[in-house]
């Protein structure tokens, strides 16, 4: 990753800031992208120890139409891109029905459309770069659907089908192609998130950052993947647990599921 330029978007969250101090350790040269202003701020003055290269982009993934004029700022900051990075997210915690237009909007807008107009957009950028490389961050959600999180399963399934067909597009460019799928990860991105059951969210979100797998090992996924041009890298042991299980007793994870739903472990069910 030696003098590589990466555009990391949703670089202040938990998973964003693990794979940055991981690239910047690296040598990468880092366009970070993100709507938190403070957050990226406090990121840029914790890289600045570490001699990499850094520039921060306050944007709003939502606001499509600015995209081009981030790519150009990155361009003139850095001189180039390489590799690109797709990881910003968004989730909303409860039932569909308690959902409005604008939650199931915002999720699939953020978390898929921004994804593919994001790379559609640097893509121009990134041919004919030596080791170019396009990598997206989705889930375990994208293997399996999760109650109370349709619209981010629906997303995540999207962002996984969109990297299996863009990844043979892109190797006949001379550019690679990657999809991680983190299971539960140890940060707050539950905790922040809007929800229509603040109890049941809270609970998760606990278990989620007392048991979660540390955001680093999906920085470290993301540099195995960036060496070794991997199509798919799932990071957890819940995300093993959960393919290996659909691979081998499909009908059990559904049951699970649905038993769980009944005895309010997501939360409630009524809106």
Not at 53 to 69: I, K, M, N, P, Y
Not at 217 to 226: F, G, Q
Not at 256 to 267: A, K, N, V
């Amino acid at each position: 990753m030696k003098d590589r330029i990466v555009v990391l978007t949703g670089a202040a969250g938990g998973i964003g800031t693990a794979i940055a101090r991981r690239l910047a350790r690296a040598g990468a040269r880092l366009a970070l992208v993100d709507r938190d202003e403070a957050g990226l701020d406090a990121l840029a003055t914790a890289l600045s120890g570490s001699q990499a290269q850094v520039s921060t982009h306050l944007f709003d993934l939502r606001e499509l139409a600015e995209l081009d004029q981030l790519a150009h700022a990155v361009v003139a900051a850095h001189g180039g891109v390489d590799v690109l990075i797709n990881n910003a997210g968004v989730t909303v915690h409860g039932p569909l029905v308690s959902q409005s237009a604008e939650d199931v909007a915002r999720v699939i807008g953020v978390d898929l459309h921004a994804v593919i107009e994001t790379t559609r957009v640097f893509l121009p950028r990134l041919r004919g770069r030596p080791g170019a490389h396009v990598v997206h961050i989705a889930s375990m959600a994208g293997l399996q659907g999760f109650p109370f999180q349709s619209t981010y399963s629906a997303a995540k399934f999207g962002l996984r089908g969109f990297g299996q067909a863009l990844r043979p597009e892109l190797a006949a460019m001379g550019i690679g192609c990657s999809t991680i799928l983190p299971g539960t990860i140890a940060t707050g991105f539950l905790r922040d998130t809007p929800t229509h059951d603040a109890v049941s969210s809270a609970r998760l979100a606990s278990l989620m950052e007392r048991f979660g797998t540390s955001p680093d090992r999906v920085a470290a996924a993301v540099t195995h993947a960036l060496r070794w041009n991997r199509a798919e890298v799932r990071v957890g042991w819940d995300a093993h647990l959960l393919a290996l299980t659909r691979w081998m007793c499909p009908p059990l994870l559904p049951w699970l599921l649905g038993l769980m739903l009944r005895r309010g472990f997501f939360g409630a069910t009524k809106p």
